[in-house]
C-alpha cells in the first residue's frame, strides 16, 4: 500500500513507500471520554494550549521575534531554542484543527506566523537567539546552535498545519529556510550537522508532504555525516551528541536520551523510504538497547541527571531517575516509525501504550496546566527539588521544552490508535473510539466502546454491510483473554484475526500482577512493582495509615492483590509490613525484618503528586 508523494493526510507520519501497515488520518479516528485517552486529548484542548499559548508570551518567545525586528525592546529571554516552543505550540493547535476542525486559534495563528514571517531574512534565516543576539555565531556552533533542530520543529508544524487546515503560510516559511540549510549544507556542499538531531524526521516529513526529493536527500545526508567526528564536543564527549560511532554501527542507546531517540526517529524515517535494510538493522539493535537494557517499567529514559543522559545497560535507579518528559515522546514517535516498518508491530504498540499511561500519562496534572520535566519513580520525603526536577509539577520552566511537546503529542494521540493493511484494519490502542473504516475495507464505522484500561472489556461493533476483517492486539501481559467467552490466542504477531459483522466483545486479564526487575538492575534488587494491564502503580505517603513512612514498609514477595473500584481509575490493596522507623545505619541481617501488619493502597503512577508533595515508591522492598 502507498500513499503519492505529496498526499496531505492529516497525520503526523505519511510514508510514502510500500508499508504493510499504514496511517489513517486524526480526523477518522474519534476518541470518546469513557477511557483516559480521549479524557486526556479534550483537557489538552481545553485547558493546556490555552496555557501555552499565554506562558509564551509571558516567558518571552514572542518577545524575542519581536526585538529583532524593532517590535520589543526586551532582552532576549530563555534558552538558544526557544524558539521551537512556539513551533511545538503551532503543531499542537494543526492537530487539534485536524481533529475537531476548530477555528478558535485562527487569530492567535495570524498573528504569530505573520511575526515569524517578519522576521524571516531574505535568504530564509529565522532564529531569533542568532539574530537578535549572536549574529557572528550563525551556523558556527552547529554542536550548540539548535538551528536545525528549531528548523525541525518549525517543519512539523508546518506540515501539520497544511495537513490539518490546508494552510500553507507556514509552510512557505519553514521551506524557505530548509531550501537555505540544503544549499548550504546538503550534498555536494559543506558538511555539517545539529548537535540536536530532529531535523531528520522533519526533513522527511517535508519530502512526503511536497515530493520534493531534496529534503530527503538532505536527511539521508545528516544520517550518513553523523559519527564523524564533525561537531566540536569538548568535554561532553561525542556520545552525548551520538556523533562518536556511524550511524549503521552504533550498538547502544547513549548520550544525550532525547537526542538518541529522536535521531532514531529520523533513520527509521529515511528507511521507510529508502528500504536500505542497513539502517532498519541499526535500528533494531538500537531497539533491544535502548528498551530491553535500559528503559524505565513506566516507559521512560534517562537515567542520569547530567547530561540528561542514557546510563550503562541496567542502570535504572529510581530515585535518581531523570526520565526527561521529552524523551518518552522522542520514543513515541520513533516507536510508531518502527511498528510502520516493519511486519510485526505488537511490541512497538505495547511500548506505545506503556508510555502514554504511565510516563507521559504522569507527566500532566489533573488541570492540564502543571507538568513533569523529569519523572523519578521515587521521591523521598525529603527530596529537595532541582531546576527540571522539582517535587510538584510546575506550570513552566526554564527550558520549557516538555509542555508544548506534550500538548502536540496529546493533540495528535489519536493516529497511534490504528492502521490499515490491504485486508483488514489493525487495532494497536484500546480507547473508547469511533473509527472511520477505509472504502477499501468496506467503510463504515468501527466503534469501541471501552472503559480501559480502568476495565478489560472491549466491545467492538461494526456498521458495514459485509464483515470487516480486524486485527486485534492481545497485549503480553493478558494471561486470559477471551471473544466473547472464548479463549484466544495471539498469533505470532501478537495479534488474533477476527472477523466482525454486528458486535463482539474482546475481554483482556487485568488481574494485578506482582513484577520484578532483571537481576543486573542492582538498584532493584529485593524489590516489586505492581502493574494492572498496561498501568504500572504506585505508594504515595498520603495513603498510608498515621504513623507509617513509606520509607519504611515492606512487602511480602507474593501478597496477594486485590482491585478496589469506587470512582476514577482503580486501587490495588494489599498488606504489608515496616521496619523500625529508627536503627543503626548498616545491621545484621536478622534485625532488619518486619513488623505488624500495614494496610497499603497503590494508585496508578498516572495519578500520583496530585494531592501535594508527598513520598512516592513504584518499586517497594520485599522479603
Keep these: 500500500m502507498t500513499n503519492p508523494v505529496g498526499s496531505s493526510i492529516a497525520t503526523p507520519a505519511l510514508p510514502c513507500a510500500q508499508r504493510t501497515h499504514r496511517p489513517l488520518a486524526i480526523p477518522a479516528i474519534r476518541l470518546g471520554r469513557a477511557g483516559p485517552l480521549g479524557t486526556w486529548q479534550q483537557?489538552?484542548?481545553?485547558?493546556?494550549?490555552?496555557?501555552?499559548?499565554?506562558?509564551?508570551?509571558?516567558?518571552?518567545?514572542?518577545?524575542?521575534?519581536?526585538?529583532?525586528?524593532?517590535?520589543?525592546?526586551?532582552?532576549?529571554?530563555?534558552?538558544?531554542?526557544?524558539?521551537?516552543?512556539?513551533?511545538?505550540?503551532?503543531?499542537?493547535?494543526?492537530?487539534?484543527?485536524?481533529?475537531?476542525?476548530?477555528?478558535?486559534?485562527?487569530?492567535?495563528?495570524?498573528?504569530?506566523?505573520?511575526?515569524?514571517?517578519?522576521?524571516?531574512?531574505?535568504?530564509?534565516?529565522?532564529?531569533?537567539?542568532?539574530?537578535g543576539v549572536h549574529p557572528g555565531k550563525r551556523f558556527a556552533e552547529l554542536e550548540w546552535t539548535h538551528e536545525m533542530y528549531v528548523l525541525g520543529h518549525m517543519i512539523q508544524a508546518a506540515v501539520a498545519l497544511d495537513r490539518a487546515a490546508g494552510r500553507g503560510d507556514l509552510l512557505t516559511i519553514a521551506r524557505g529556510f530548509a531550501d537555505l540549510i540544503d544549499r548550504r549544507f546538503g550534498p555536494g556542499h559543506e558538511e555539517g550537522i545539529c548537535g540536536h538531531p530532529e531535523i531528520e524526521t522533519a526533513l522527511v516529513e517535508l519530502y512526503r508532504h511536497t515530493g520534493e526529493q531534496r529534503y530527503l536527500d538532505l536527511a539521508q545526508r545528516m544520517i550518513d555525516l553523523r559519527g564523524m567526528g564533525l561537531l566540536k564536543v569538548g568535554?561532553?564527549?561525542?556520545?552525548?551528541?551520538?556523533?562518536?560511532?556511524?550511524?549503521?554501527?552504533?550498538?547502544?542507546?547513549?548520550g544525550h536520551a532525547v537526542r538518541q531517540l529522536y535521531l532514531?526517529?529520523?533513520?527509521?524515517?529515511?528507511?521507510?523510504?529508502?528500504?536500505?535494510?542497513?539502517?532498519?538493522?541499526?535500528?533494531?539493535?538500537?531497539?533491544?538497547?535502548?528498551?530491553?537494557?535500559?528503559?524505565?517499567?513506566?516507559?521512560?529514559?534517562?537515567?542520569?541527571?547530567?547530561?540528561?543522559?542514557?546510563?550503562?545497560?541496567y542502570e535504572l535507579p529510581s530515585d535518581r531517575a531523570y526520565a526527561e518528559t521529552c524523551a518518552t515522546i522522542a520514543d513515541v514517535h520513533w516507536a510508531w516509525r518502527m511498528l510502520l516498518a516493519g511486519d510485526s508491530p505488537a511490541e512497538y504498540a505495547e511500548t506505545i501504550e506503556r508510555e502514554l499511561h504511565n510516563a507521559l500519562a504522569a507527566a500532566v496534572g489533573d488541570d492540564g496546566t502543571t507538568f513533569f520535566y523529569a519523572n523519578p519513580l521515587q521521591l523521598r520525603p525529603d527530596r529537595f527539588s532541582e531546576e527540571n526536577a522539582p517535587r510538584e509539577r510546575q506550570p513552566w520552566y526554564s527550558c520549557a521544552c516538555c509542555p508544548p511537546n506534550l500538548a502536540r503529542l496529546f493533540?495528535?494521540?489519536s493516529a497511534y490508535v490504528a492502521t490499515t493493511t490491504e485486508n483488514a484494519l489493525a487495532l494497536h490502542l484500546y480507547a473508547d473510539a469511533e473509527i472511520d473504516v477505509p472504502?477499501?475495507?468496506?467503510?463504515?464505522?468501527?466503534?469501541?466502546?471501552?472503559?480501559?484500561?480502568?476495565?478489560?472489556?472491549v466491545q467492538l461493533s461494526y456498521d458495514g454491510s459485509a464483515p470487516l476483517r480486524l486485527a486485534?492486539?492481545?497485549?503480553?501481559?493478558?494471561?486470559?483473554?477471551?471473544?466473547?467467552?472464548?479463549?484466544?490466542r495471539p498469533g505470532p504477531?501478537?495479534?488474533?484475526?477476527?472477523?466482525?459483522?454486528?458486535?463482539?466483545?474482546?475481554?483482556?486479564?487485568?488481574?494485578?500482577?506482582?513484577?520484578?526487575?532483571?537481576?543486573?538492575?542492582?538498584?532493584?534488587?529485593?524489590?516489586r512493582a505492581i502493574e494492572v494491564g498496561p498501568r504500572v502503580y504506585c505508594v504515595e505517603q498520603v495513603d498510608l495509615p498515621g504513623g507509617i513512612a513509606l520509607d519504611d514498609v515492606i512487602v511480602a514477595e507474593s501478597a496477594p492483590l486485590a482491585i478496589h473500584a469506587e470512582h476514577g481509575a482503580p486501587q490495588v490493596r494489599f498488606a504489608g509490613?515496616?521496619?523500625?522507623?529508627?536503627?543503626?545505619?548498616?545491621?545484621?541481617?536478622?534485625?532488619?525484618?518486619?513488623?505488624?501488619?500495614?494496610?497499603?493502597?497503590?494508585?496508578?503512577?498516572?495519578?500520583?503528586?496530585n494531592r501535594g508533595s508527598n513520598a512516592m515508591r513504584v518499586w517497594l522492598p520485599s522479603i
Design 411 to 413: 493533540a495528535q494521540m
Design 577 to 609: 509490613s515496616r521496619r523500625p522507623p529508627s536503627g543503626a545505619l548498616y545491621a545484621s541481617p536478622e534485625s532488619t525484618q518486619g513488623e505488624g501488619g500495614v494496610a497499603i493502597t497503590a494508585i496508578p503512577f498516572a495519578a500520583w503528586g
Design 43 to 131: 483537557r489538552n484542548a481545553d485547558a493546556t494550549i490555552d496555557h501555552l499559548i499565554s506562558n509564551l508570551e509571558s516567558s518571552g518567545v514572542l518577545d524575542n521575534f519581536r526585538r529583532v525586528i524593532g517590535e520589543s525592546g526586551a532582552d532576549y529571554r530563555g534558552f538558544v531554542f526557544a524558539d521551537s516552543d512556539l513551533y511545538k505550540t503551532i503543531e499542537a493547535v494543526a492537530w487539534e484543527i485536524a481533529r475537531t476542525g476548530t477555528t478558535r486559534w485562527d487569530p492567535w495563528l495570524d498573528g504569530v506566523i505573520g511575526l515569524v514571517g517578519r522576521v524571516q531574512e531574505p535568504s530564509g534565516y529565522v532564529m531569533t537567539w542568532i539574530q
Design 439 to 457: 472504502e477499501h475495507l468496506g467503510g463504515g464505522t468501527l466503534t469501541v466502546a471501552t472503559r480501559y484500561p480502568d476495565d478489560g472489556e
Design 472 to 488: 486485534l492486539r492481545i497485549p503480553s501481559w493478558s494471561r486470559k483473554s477471551t471473544l466473547d467467552g472464548e479463549p484466544v
Design 235 to 254: 568535554g561532553l564527549g561525542a556520545s552525548y551528541f551520538q556523533d562518536h560511532t556511524p550511524v549503521r554501527e552504533s550498538q547502544h542507546a547513549v
Design 264 to 313: 532514531n526517529a529520523g533513520v527509521t524515517d529515511v528507511h521507510l523510504e529508502t528500504g536500505e535494510q542497513a539502517l532498519l538493522d541499526a535500528m533494531n539493535v538500537q531497539w533491544v538497547s535502548a528498551h530491553h537494557r535500559k528503559m524505565y517499567l513506566t516507559g521512560a529514559f534517562g537515567s542520569r541527571h547530567r547530561d540528561e543522559a542514557f546510563g550503562d545497560d
Design 493 to 527: 504477531d501478537g495479534y488474533v484475526c477476527v472477523e466482525l459483522s454486528g458486535s463482539r466483545t474482546l475481554a483482556l486479564d487485568l488481574t494485578p500482577r506482582w513484577t520484578q526487575a532483571h537481576h543486573r538492575v542492582d538498584a532493584l534488587r529485593g524489590a
